[in-house]
């Protein structure tokens, strides 16, 4: 599907523009290594045509998005009401009539969900996702804009671009592409939640409890206290004690349940009943 072949792309481009980078140092200290001059130039094979096909890709993966995923699509663009004709905001300050509709639809005048209109509980965390969408399109703009630049270079010096300043400009370059990768899967990991098979099984469901994994299941724990999510770390406390192997164990954990109720959701009835359990 698109977001295969966005990765893949993305990948190479990433590489690419890494190796490009490194070598093009390496040729602003010793401009007339030969070593270094084919690396680069290798480099830069491989980063232009990723970096000028990856747009294209990506517009394939948002219709798909949008049609198999338009929760995710609307915390990645930060759009909050549900309308017909979407306008499309770039960095929140510029804002393009209809286009987001046009982008996602390619239908000017097509309805984009909205996330007030969607439960809280089944909304991603919007802020995480646009920001890092917002992080991977300004990335992939100034890669896309890099490219466009060799390409003018090469055909006006007959040759690689070898500039000092087009040089610069790539050792610039490098760690975007692997911020772009860290970005986009942020944007497809956390843009999918709570689920982890859409509108079928929350993440919070698909997680398995073994005794052999305390160590993990300290550090969620640890998690869900910090964010203040007490339903979560209930639910996890009462799985583990499911399948704890020890009496003491699995007391010590009802405990740790009833306590919750009582001390941070001020829920006397559970509370009772957990200390019954206890017992």
């Given at each position: 599907g698109p977001q295969c072949v966005h990765m893949v792309l993305a990948a190479?481009?990433?590489?690419g523009i890494a190796v490009a980078a490194i070598?093009?140092?390496?040729l602003l200290r010793r401009p007339?290594?030969?070593f270094h001059r084919a690396a680069y130039v290798i480099g830069l094979w491989v980063a232009i045509p990723t970096a000028l096909a990856q747009p294209l890709i990506g517009d394939w993966?948002?219709?798909?998005?949008?049609?198999?995923?338009?929760?995710?699509?609307a915390a990645m663009e930060g759009h909050w009401e549900t309308m017909r004709g979407a306008p499309l905001r770039i960095g929140g300050l510029i804002e393009i009539p209809k286009a987001l509709s046009l982008v996602a639809y390619h239908d000017a005048d097509a309805e984009v969900l909205g996330l007030n209109d969607v439960p809280a509980a089944d909304r991603p965390p919007a802020a995480i996702v646009h920001v890092s969408f917002q992080i991977m399109l300004a990335v992939g703009m100034a890669l896309m804009a890099a490219a466009l630049a060799g390409i003018v270079l090469a055909w006006?010096?007959?040759g690689p671009p070898l500039r000092r300043w087009y040089l610069k400009a790539i050792v610039a370059c490098g760690p975007l592409g692997l911020l772009a990768l860290e970005a986009g899967w942020t944007v497809t990991e956390v843009g999918r939640q709570p689920w982890i098979v859409y509108n079928v099984m929350r993440?919070?469901?698909?997680?398995?409890?073994?005794?052999t994994y305390l160590p993990a299941l300290k550090a969620l724990g640890s998690i869900y206290a910090r964010a203040g999510r007490w339903m979560d770390l209930i639910a996890m406390h009462a799985e583990e004690a499911d399948v704890a192997r020890r009496q003491e164990q699995r007391a010590h954990l009802r405990f740790m349940v009833a306590q919750i109720f009582d001390?941070?959701?001020?829920?006397r009835e559970q509370a009772?009943?957990?200390?019954?359990?206890?017992?």
């Amino acid at each position: 599907g698109p977001q295969c072949v966005h990765m893949v792309l993305a990948a190479f481009l990433s590489v690419g523009i890494a190796v490009a980078a490194i070598h093009a140092w390496m040729l602003l200290r010793r401009p007339g290594s030969r070593f270094h001059r084919a690396a680069y130039v290798i480099g830069l094979w491989v980063a232009i045509p990723t970096a000028l096909a990856q747009p294209l890709i990506g517009d394939w993966a948002a219709r798909s998005v949008a049609r198999r995923q338009p929760v995710k699509l609307a915390a990645m663009e930060g759009h909050w009401e549900t309308m017909r004709g979407a306008p499309l905001r770039i960095g929140g300050l510029i804002e393009i009539p209809k286009a987001l509709s046009l982008v996602a639809y390619h239908d000017a005048d097509a309805e984009v969900l909205g996330l007030n209109d969607v439960p809280a509980a089944d909304r991603p965390p919007a802020a995480i996702v646009h920001v890092s969408f917002q992080i991977m399109l300004a990335v992939g703009m100034a890669l896309m804009a890099a490219a466009l630049a060799g390409i003018v270079l090469a055909w006006r010096d007959r040759g690689p671009p070898l500039r000092r300043w087009y040089l610069k400009a790539i050792v610039a370059c490098g760690p975007l592409g692997l911020l772009a990768l860290e970005a986009g899967w942020t944007v497809t990991e956390v843009g999918r939640q709570p689920w982890i098979v859409y509108n079928v099984m929350r993440t919070s469901q698909a997680l398995t409890l073994m005794p052999t994994y305390l160590p993990a299941l300290k550090a969620l724990g640890s998690i869900y206290a910090r964010a203040g999510r007490w339903m979560d770390l209930i639910a996890m406390h009462a799985e583990e004690a499911d399948v704890a192997r020890r009496q003491e164990q699995r007391a010590h954990l009802r405990f740790m349940v009833a306590q919750i109720f009582d001390e941070k959701l001020n829920d006397r009835e559970q509370a009772k009943a957990s200390y019954r359990a206890v017992l």
